[in-house]
């Protein structure tokens, strides 16, 4: 697990500039099947630098199949994150959550998953300020409502 900490109202110590109504920030960290290969990329090394809490990561958070990284950072220090696995049945076009792989409060977490980048895996519902998101980490989302997708220079 990774922890940021955080004080007051907003994760302060995560260095997002936060935009109106977000409620987390998602950062695509790149693609590894395994936390020790992640660990070594010179990308990793250059995000740690950028969000230091990254340097005490241990291993994924959360995982499903896929080889997709995610760090998904609350923004207020009362959130809670939860993540579950999803699927999407095409031909019923209908979704499914499916078991719970994680919950916990406001430190943010580092999460692998998605076979592919058009079908997700994962469902990531993020709650703070008394407010909800519930999103799929994907690479190549545009911004939504709530969820703040982080681009680095």
Not at 20 to 42: R, S
Not at 102 to 123: A, F, K, Q, V, W
Request: with cysteine; hydrophobic share 35%.
């Amino acid at each position: 697990m990774i922890a940021c900490g955080g004080s007051g109202k907003s994760n302060a110590s995560s260095g997002i500039e936060w935009k109106e109504g977000g409620l987390c920030a998602v950062l695509f960290l790149g693609y590894g099947n395994f936390f020790a290969t992640i660990l070594q990329t010179n990308d990793f090394k250059e995000f740690c630098k950028r969000f230091p809490a990254l340097q005490k990561a241990t291993a994924f958070t959360a995982e499903t199949e896929g080889d997709e990284v995610y760090y998904i950072i609350p923004r207020h220090s009362d959130a809670t994150v939860t993540v579950h696995e999803y699927k999407f049945d095409i031909e019923a076009m209908k979704e499914s959550i499916g078991k719970e792989l994680y919950r916990g409060g406001s430190e943010p977490i580092l999460i692998r998953c998605n076979l592919s980048d058009m079908h997700p895996n994962t469902s990531v519902t993020v709650t703070g300020n008394g407010k909800s998101v519930t999103f799929n980490p994907m690479s190549g989302l545009g911004e939504r409502e709530g969820v703040q997708f982080v681009l680095l220079d």
